[in-house]
């Protein structure tokens, strides 16, 4: 049984529709992460699996429990960490855990066990007697993981958890996201992919309320839209062949979707990009050799995930 299962999820707020119609699937144990541009439809989408929101059309269902039809049971296997932490600043670290403890129903010493437990895990144990609001923001964002995990959640919801820290803050939250995750589903949401591809094993990514792209973040990283991304130059060799005749006869290879012009380091070079739907490299070499071409580079284009999501959901 999927640890997140969303089905055709739709949601409309009058004539805008946030999200038409999304489905995937997450397994237990993954760390996913949930990617989209302003408006995408992420948040909304975080909002109706927690239970804030309810769908338009479709369904979602964590751990089994659908979010609507069983959503105290859903809640109970989830924890969340909204993007703005629910933290009330004039307690002290313990006192609010303690608070948290009692609205999940804790006894005194299940709360007790449980707020040294996830203190210790978050790394907030010496800050217990401390006022959340003389806290950096770092350990602000480690509180409100830990009121996330009071209750042993199997999986961790988690909007933007990076915001507004520092690259040392970044880093100290990204390890704690990654030794979470060795022991639960993680879905997390954020703006700073290189996080995303330090941390997480799956990548979706939202645009316009639809899913762009899903797969491993390796594998994410290496294709668009479904495609391999081949990175080749050309120039003279025993014979001159001009542009836009070796783009005619990369185009003809099978396989091949698109081919796009590059800047070549010298203005005798011919560099492209070439988008195939299965790996091409073979054939440029056999194109080069057969037309008396001299082949300068050719590889598979090395792509990061900000280069991937922007051309996927770029205007």
Known sequence: MPAIQVHDL????????ALKGISFEISEGEVVGFLGPNGAGKSTAMKILTGFIAPT????????????????????????LPEHAPLYTDMRVGDYLDFVGRIRGFGPAERAAARHRVAEQCGVLP????????????????????????????????DEPTTGLDPNQIVEIRNLIRELGRRRTVLLSTHILSEVQATCDRVIIVHQGRIVADGAT??????????????????AGSVALGRDAIRRAITAIDGVR???????EQPQWHAFEVL??????????????DR?????????????????FRRLTGS
Not at 10 to 16: A, E, F, M
Not at 63 to 68: I, P, R, T
């Open 258 to 264: 698109q081919v796009r012009d590059l800047e070549a």
């Open 57 to 80: 059309g479709g369904s979602a269902s964590i751990q089994g429990h659908d979010v609507l039809l069983d959503s105290l049971e859903a809640r109970r296997n989830l924890g969340y």
């Open 276 to 289: 195939a739907g299965r790996d091409v490299r073979q054939d440029l070499f056999s194109l080069a050799r």
């Open 10 to 17: 739709r949601k409309s707020y009058g004539d805008l529709q």
């Open 127 to 158: 800050r217990l007697g401390q006022r959340i609001g003389e806290l950096s923001k770092g350990y602000r964002q480690r509180v409100g993981l830990a009121q996330a995990l009071l209750h042993s959640p199997p999986i961790l919801i988690l």
């Open 218 to 235: 390796a594998e994410v990283t290496t294709h668009e839209q479904g495609g391999l991304l081949v990175h080749a130059t050309f120039a």
């Open 292 to 308: 008396g071409l001299s082949l300068v580079e050719l590889g598979r284009e090395k792509t990061n995930l900000e280069e991937v």
